[in-house]
């Protein structure tokens, strides 16, 4: 795990990004590169530092959300699209609207909230749908779903990403992480709040509602993580 520090920044720098006067988590081995050289990266870094503070079980995550929103609103450009699509070197996603009431899915869950939801898109690439802002145990967890097959081994020996999806969905991990607190996995196949057989799950059924996040803002928070989990910029 990354090594964060806690800074303060001016006044100035909080109402430009709109953030309240209290200490923010930066990885420590960025924060130097980023002031000294990529001035321009520093809200994506505070963005970062707070994906980690919150991915701890024991971590305030509910109250980085907002924060995390700020940043969002100051980094992201403007765009209305409803379906974007995001690609790294190992991964590739197809950003839009999931059914939650009906669609075979993939949730990320936190205690009792729906993160994100995954789907087969039919053409390749796993669609995902986020409904809070994503802590960077949730971010790997979609970067490691949405991984790039491989053209003879698939993605860990599964043809696609969504079989991979799946099998990564029933293992005993996820009952640990949620044990802890964290993010974890979990397996809808008839929609969100509907058990196998066919009743409804009512903690999970009133969140078959829920509005997706603007899909620009999802694959700012993923490219974020990225760019830091591999060095500073």
């Not at 520090?5 to 960025?30: C, M, N, Q, S, Y």
């Not at 079980?57 to 907002?66: H, I, P, R, V």
């Given at each position: 795990?990354e ?60 109250a980085?959300?907002?924060?995390i929103?700020k ?12 379906t ?59 970067l490691?779903?949405?991984r ?45 709040g ?5 009743s ?16 620009a ?15 500073p910029p």
């Amino acid at each position: 795990m990354e090594e964060l520090a806690e800074v303060r920044l001016h006044k100035k720098t909080l109402d430009i990004l709109g953030l309240p006067d209290r200490p923010f988590p930066v990885p420590i081995d960025a924060l130097e590169l980023v002031i000294a050289e990529h001035e321009e990266f520093f809200a994506h870094l505070l963005l970062h530092g707070l994906q980690l503070e919150a991915q701890s079980g024991t971590a305030d995550w509910l109250a980085n959300e907002s924060l995390i929103d700020k940043l969002l609103d100051y980094i992201t450009p403007p765009d209305d699209r409803v379906t974007l699509t995001g690609e790294g070197e190992e991964w590739f996603v197809e950003c839009g609207p999931v059914d939650l009431k009906h669609a075979e899915q993939v949730t990320i869950q936190r205690g009792l909230q729906v993160i994100a939801s995954i789907t087969d898109s039919g053409k390749g690439p796993l669609c995902l749908a986020a409904y809070r802002p994503l802590d960077a145990k949730s971010v790997r967890s979609i970067l490691s779903l949405a991984r790039k097959p491989h053209p003879i081994h698939g993605v860990s020996m599964r043809r696609n990403s969504w079989e991979y999806a799946l099998d990564a969905s029933h293992g005993m991990g996820n009952h640990y992480a949620s044990d802890r607190g964290e993010a974890y996995l979990s397996y809808w196949a008839h929609g969100v709040g509907i058990s196998n057989d066919g009743s409804l799950v009512p903690e999970w059924a009133t969140q078959r509602d829920l509005a997706a996040r603007p899909a620009a803002r999802v694959l700012i928070e993923l490219g974020v993580y990225q760019m830091f989990s591999k060095g500073p910029p």
